[in-house]
């Protein structure tokens, strides 16, 4: 099988292990850099490799529309397109049913979209998901599914069912082929009793792997950890178990502490745009003047380029300017301090200490945010 997932260790719910894919080996818990339109903005993919990214995500629906996943497959395939050759994960779209809500019409068939490009329409079924990502040829593929607003009963059941329903549909459209594996996403929004109807059926497909989605949607914090407690141990020990669309450092901390193997998330290249960074004492904003003549690094325990480089000084003057050099460089910090931090918890997980690692960060990291 190309396709292999193995627990090495375990400490508490939290899991150290490795998946296997025609690209190469993932060591979990992995946190995922988002290629939305098969480019990790602002960092080449020979930094990422630097930085031992092993999985990266695409996004069906943008690539669908710009350049056209038909496009992609004549020059290659994503890997070949985008010039990574290790292992790939595509959203399915289902994620832009909730963000494009304003311009979208979901049914019990599936969604038509207008697009923010031009305003054309797109139709989405399940199967019109599996076709463009098997065009995009990613390692890992994703079942179309509903993201509903996780809070409102109501909505959360219709989209349970029909989660459900395109599930079965993308499972019958892409069986397993040892080429792409599909995994099926968990919806129920923060309600237990849809959680469990979700996970019955879809575990029933006997997928490679499974995802947690509908969450990191709005809810609050302490709805989305006391979801996880019950939503993770729904889904099958001997599989992946995959949190979509979340990357804030306290979030994966947590999320690994219950079970979670795969996380990714906009978050570090989006913060850097703006001039945030992720230090081990918070999150800070490098564009406030205090940083004008401080001749310190961004974070003096990191080990990138960034901070191995360059001051705050110079840093706070790229993001007063604007400057692309700025996103480039805080981007680079971002992504290799959430990639260090998860390497620490599979680290810990092994050494049996995850506890101890996962309060000391969490009491240093929450403490200050600037």
Do not use: Y
């Given at each position: 099988m190309a396709f292999e997932f193995e627990r090495l260790a375990t400490d508490g719910r939290a899991r150290a292990g490795r998946l296997h894919t025609p690209h190469g080996s993932i060591f979990t818990p992995i946190f995922a850099p988002v290629g939305t339109q098969a480019t990790v903005k602002a960092v080449p993919p020979k930094d990422l490799i630097e930085l031992g990214a092993t999985l990266v995500l695409a996004n069906t629906y943008h690539l669908h529309l710009r350049p056209s996943s038909e496009l992609i497959r004549e020059m290659g395939g994503l890997h070949e397109f985008m010039q990574w050759n290790r292992p790939i994960l595509t959203d399915s779209?289902?994620?832009?049913?909730w963000s494009l809500a304003a311009i979208n019409k979901v049914d019990d068939d599936g969604v038509t979209f207008q697009s923010h490009h031009d305003g054309s329409k797109h139709r989405f079924t399940p199967e019109v998901s599996m076709t463009i990502q098997e065009n995009l040829g990613a390692d890992i593929i994703m079942a179309f599914d509903e993201c509903p607003n996780p809070t409102d009963r109501t909505i959360v059941e219709r989209a349970v069912k029909r989660t459900s329903q395109w599930a079965e549909r993308c499972r019958v459209a892409h069986p397993d082929d040892g080429v792409q594996a599909l995994f099926c996403i968990q919806q129920g929004g923060i309600f237990e009793d849809q959680r469990a109807l979700s996970s019955e059926f879809i575990t029933q497909l006997d997928c490679p792997g499974y995802a947690v989605g509908g969450l990191a949607v709005g809810e609050s914090k302490t709805d989305m950890y006391r979801?996880?407690?019950?939503?993770?141990?729904?889904?099958?020990?001997?599989?992946?178990r995959y949190l979509m669309g979340v990357g804030a450092p306290e979030d994966l901390v947590e999320g690994v502490r219950r079970g979670v193997d795969i996380f990714d998330c906009v978050l570090p290249t989006r913060l850097a745009r703006h001039g945030a960074v992720f230090t081990m004492d918070g999150r800070f904003n490098m564009g406030k003047a205090t940083y004008r003549t401080d001749k310190n690094p961004v974070d003096s325990e990191c080990s990138c380029y960034c901070c191995q480089n360059f001051t705050r000084g110079y840093i706070r003057h790229l993001v007063h300017s604007n400057e692309l050099l700025g996103h480039y460089l805080l981007s680079v910090h971002n992504i290799h301090f959430l990639l260090r931090l998860m390497e620490q918890l599979r680290q810990h997980i092994?050494?049996?200490?995850?506890?101890?690692?996962?309060n000391h960060f969490l009491s240093r990291y929450l403490t200050r945010t600037t």
């Open positions: 779209g289902g994620f832009q049913v979801t996880l407690d019950f939503a993770v141990p729904m889904l099958p020990t001997d599989k992946p092994v050494l049996g200490s995850f506890d101890e690692f996962a």
